[in-house]
């Protein structure tokens, strides 16, 4: 059997490492705090997938690699698939769930439209609700990039929540 | 309106949302990970762990009584057999005992055989003096301290370090009285 804990252990955790980062050691550094809790994200799916992917044949694709995130690793974290993945052919693939659970416990502002990009954390600065999301927002794109960057695919990932309370996380793989 | 019947933990567990230990493990490792990077010294990341479980104590205090209809406990040895038997195991899927009480009963041990955040760990020897567990203290703190009752937490036995068992000492410092009537609006 499966060893389960309760929802709230890792919610909590989730919430910690945000505020840990954000409000204690880098109050005043967002794009530092952002880094570190997406390294933390790439560490857990680094492992994960290491995991998950422990009696599979090598993925002989791209394609086949994010068809295996989309399912049975968020299958594994979420017990959910990924509802929709679009791709436009040339690296790039959008992966969106319907309804994330790290943000249906959190109150967004959906007049704001944010996105928790990892080039620019800064830009959210000024909104600190905004700024929030996007900061939980870093875990699960590091999630997603440490585990493709384990199946050999170096990538970036960026999040959209422009759509509530569907999230999109946007994989650009690195040619 | 008859009370309502305080439930077992693992009712509580069975009934509550739950995810693949493994995240929340790993989640957790790599916490740690990160903080020995960035706080360098291992007693930092001690007091860092103790303070992140402190903060999570005091909010997951409100989730715990909300589900579980533990009503008031009598004194503080039925404080530590409820987190012991139903806190531990509806957070986290494990239940832990509770032994050596001071004649006083204001100190005791919490036992802990099976601890999920501590599967796929060893430590390396550079982090010798680090209490990995170190959340959980800070979580028991937390939560007492929102139901009044001022404690020190410290483990006398740890898995990690070779020991056979995870042991958290539990001592009562002060009962803080509840000031009634409420103020609603302070």
């Known amino acids: ?175 | 309106m008859a009370p309502v019947a305080p439930k077992s933990g693992d009712a509580i567990f069975a009934s509550v949302d739950r995810v693949n230990a493994e995240l929340f493990t790993l989640t957790y490792g790599a916490i740690v990970r990160q903080l020995l990077t960035d706080l360098e010294e291992v007693e930092e990341v001690n007091k860092q762990l103790d303070q992140m479980g402190y903060n999570i104590g005091v909010r997951l205090v409100d989730e715990f009584l909300a589900k579980s209809n533990v009503s008031r406990c009598v004194d503080f040895r039925e404080t530590a057999e409820v987190i012991a038997k139903v806190g531990f195991k509806m957070f986290l899927g494990v239940t832990a005992s509770v032994s050596n009480w001071d004649a006083e009963g204001t100190t005791c041990s919490i036992i802990l055989e099976d601890n999920p955040l501590v599967d796929f760990v060893e430590l390396p020897d550079t982090c010798q003096g680090l209490y990995y567990c170190n959340i959980l203290s800070g979580v028991i703190r937390g939560a007492l301290e929102m139901v009044s009752m001022k404690t020190e937490v410290t483990w006398l036995r740890d898995m990690l370090r070779g020991d056979d068992v995870f042991e958290l000492q539990v001592k009562l410092l002060k009962q803080v009285p509840e000031e009634y009537p409420y103020k609603d609006d302070e």
């Open chain 1, 1 to 175: 059997m499966v060893r389960e804990v309760s929802e709230s252990c890792v919610e909590s955790l989730l919430a910690e490492i945000v505020s840990s980062y954000c409000t204690g050691f880098y109050a005043n550094k967002p794009e530092l705090a952002a880094r570190r809790i997406e390294a933390i994200g790439f560490q857990v799916g680094h492992q994960l997938s290491e995991r998950y992917t422990m009696d599979r044949p090598r993925f002989t694709d791209h394609l086949e690699a994010i068809k295996f995130i989309c399912k049975d690793f968020w299958s594994e974290l979420f017990k959910k698939q990924i509802d929709n993945l679009k791709t436009n052919h040339r690296g790039t693939f959008v992966l969106q769930d319907n309804r994330f659970r790290w943000l249906a416990h959190m109150s967004i502002d959906p007049s704001v439209e944010t996105s928790g990009n990892i080039q620019d954390p800064s830009a959210m600065a000024e909104n600190k609700a905004a700024q929030a999301t996007g900061m939980h927002l870093y875990f699960p794109c590091g999630i997603i990039r440490g585990a493709l960057s384990n199946l050999g695919i170096p990538c970036a990932v960026s999040a959209d929540i422009s759509n509530l309370p569907a999230c999109s996380f946007v994989v650009r793989i690195k040619a």
